[in-house]
């Protein structure tokens, strides 16, 4: 079953009764309503089931959310997002445990040699390679054999770094109508937009991989001492050309200037998007469990292969 992705980027007080996570929102006179308040219609007083949720998004410093929540959404394996003022994800929230063979599946992601976390490696890198020159045919209504030539040559590990030279390439030619757009966090738009894009995606990819037995923070490839997320980092990359391919149409059509709720709505959508993967059509979410599955038994040594999702 696909879980619900729930933003909140208004006031509300967050809660849970009897495994529903009840929303409650100010009324007319900007109060809370108490759940048993005449004043609790349907537009102030709504209820989710909790085992409907994948990712839930607070974005409003006057959103109040309760521990029993907040233990009962981590508890079904939610991750939890929260934003800065600037309104861009800044935290998550994900289970410590959320695989029965946990402690197993660690001890072999540990024990993982070099020359396999390297093949992994080129594996994610020639998947990103390919998907990203699908995008580059569907921006700009050719082909890009270059990159496709890149995605071949890519050796165990990339020590030639093709994942680079295909990423100068990309971000030059992506936006056809703006040829002084930079790749960057703080750089202009739609910049806003890919980094939001990314942050859902990467929460997307956190929740499988915690679902799958392992552990997120130690990478195949990013080992940034820093960064808890390594792994998903890693696991996230073929499937960003997915994100940018949503960024590209949004940009074609709308002003990216500020991240509306408009614009949001549409990012949301990102654990929704259909991508082709094991030769069948499935959403984002289910697929990033398929390839974080995939990943577990090339660490228990049954596969030699991360299954990826191929854009056509």
Not at 100 to 119: A, M
Not at 216 to 237: K, V
Not at 285 to 297: D, F, N, P, R
């Amino acid at each position: 079953m696909i879980k619900r992705t729930l933003y909140f980027g208004n006031p509300a007080y967050l809660s849970m009764k009897l495994r529903q996570l009840v929303i409650k929102v100010p009324g007319d006179d900007g109060d809370l309503p108490d759940f048993d308040d005449t004043r609790c219609y349907d537009s102030t007083v709504k209820t989710v089931p909790i085992e409907d949720i994948g990712i839930v998004i607070l974005d409003n410093r006057q959103i109040t959310i309760t521990q029993g929540l907040l233990e009962e959404l981590i508890d079904n394996n939610c991750a939890v997002i929260t934003c800065g003022s600037n309104h861009l994800p800044v935290g998550l929230m994900l289970p410590l445990y959320g695989n029965t063979l946990q402690n197993e599946r660690f001890r072999q992601q540990i024990d993982s040699s070099l020359p396999l976390k390297k093949q992994l490696w080129q594996q994610t890198v020639q998947a990103k390679i390919s998907n990203q020159a699908s995008v580059l045919k569907y921006a700009t209504g050719k082909e890009h054999n270059n990159m496709k030539v890149w995605a071949a040559s890519v050796r165990s590990g990339d020590t030639d770094n093709m994942e680079a030279r295909a990423a100068a390439y990309y971000w030059k030619t992506i936006f056809p109508d703006n040829v002084s757009f930079i790749r960057g966090r703080y750089e202009a738009e739609p910049n806003n937009l890919l980094n939001y894009g990314y942050a859902i995606l990467r929460a997307v990819i956190a929740r499988a991989l915690v679902a799958s037995g392992l552990l997120p923070t130690l990478g195949i490839h990013h080992h940034n001492r820093y960064n808890a997320y390594c792994l998903a980092d890693d696991i996230m990359e073929p499937y960003r050309p997915y994100v940018d391919r949503v960024v590209y149409d949004i940009w074609k059509e709308t002003d990216c200037s500020e991240l509306t709720k408009e614009i949001k709505v549409k990012l949301l959508s990102i654990p929704t998007v259909e991508v082709m993967i094991n030769g069948r059509r499935s959403p984002v979410m289910v697929a990033a469990s398929a390839t974080t599955a995939s990943l577990a038994k090339c660490f228990s040594g049954e596969l030699r292969k991360i299954v990826y999702p191929e854009m056509t």
